[in-house]
């Protein structure tokens, strides 16, 4: 089945600078990747997201790109903020029989630092 | 509209005692998912609903788990003689499946924070 890693673990920024997070992924016929903000004690919220037919994808401060040969994705935010500290989480998934199964990452615990 | 929502928002019980866990899915979100978040790690995938069918359980992790749906509404996990191992947050999300199309965002509740002592 799909596996996702996610790298780093943690990541220590000053406020201002940029901040890129990267995963990859097993299964080559993986076609949605969404990334997960989550505060602390709060619920995962979807901040960006990209389907297989493109390779970047951009909202703001934040943008997500994807290489489908290397298999992996990585979001990129920046001119960070303080309010941008959470847990990162980014996942995989394929669309099959009707319905995204989505194999997260351990997740990137980000901390900005005014 | 309202998002989803889940009860308890923290659960306490007794190792060997049985949990039942609520979620709300937004209103006319046909698709459910429940996940476990174990303290400091990733979400794992436990069951899809599909309406009231479960197409794929293929994440709960013992026989002690079960979750029903009730038509495209209510959800609710249970989990029985609860082990100290099943100490958890567990999340619900929702999302609008169409068949045929690719399935749209999942949003997810607040979570369930189950402590078994």
């Known amino acids: 089945g799909e596996n996702v890693e996610q790298h780093p673990s943690t990541l220590s920024v000053q406020e201002g600078d940029s901040a890129v997070i990267k995963c990859t992924y097993s299964?080559?016929?993986?076609?949605?990747f969404p990334w997960y903000k989550q505060e602390l004690g709060k619920r995962p919220q979807l901040i960006i997201d990209?389907?297989?037919?493109?390779g970047e994808k951009k909202d703001q401060r934040i943008a997500v790109t994807l290489n489908k040969t290397a298999k992996h994705f990585s979001l990129h935010i920046t001119e960070t903020q303080p309010e941008d500290s959470a847990v990162y989480f980014c996942?995989?998934?394929?669309?099959?029989?009707?319905?995204?199964?989505?194999?997260f990452g351990a997740g990137t615990r980000l901390a900005v630092h005014p | 509209g309202a998002g989803v929502s889940q009860s308890p928002s923290n659960k306490v019980t007794e190792k060997g005692k049985d949990v039942e866990l609520r979620c709300d899915p937004i209103?006319?979100?046909?698709?459910l998912y429940w996940y476990r978040q174990r303290l400091g790690q990733g979400l794992e995938f436990l069951i899809y609903f599909q309406g009231n069918s479960a197409p794929d359980k293929s994440g709960l992790p013992s026989d002690r788990f079960s979750a029903e749906r009730t038509g495209e509404s209510v959800s609710t996990l249970t989990i029985q003689r609860t082990q100290q191992e099943d100490s958890a947050v567990y999340l619900c999300?929702?999302?609008?499946?169409?068949?045929?199309?690719?399935?749209?965002?999942?949003?997810f509740g607040p979570g369930t924070r189950l402590t078994v002592l």
């Open positions: 299964d080559s016929a993986s076609n949605y």
């Open positions: 996942a995989a998934a394929r669309f099959s029989g009707g319905y995204n199964k989505l194999i």
């Open positions: 999300a929702s999302s609008r499946t169409s068949g045929g199309v690719p399935a749209d965002t999942q949003y």
């Open positions: 990209i389907r297989s037919n493109v």
């Open positions: 209103s006319g979100h046909t698709a």
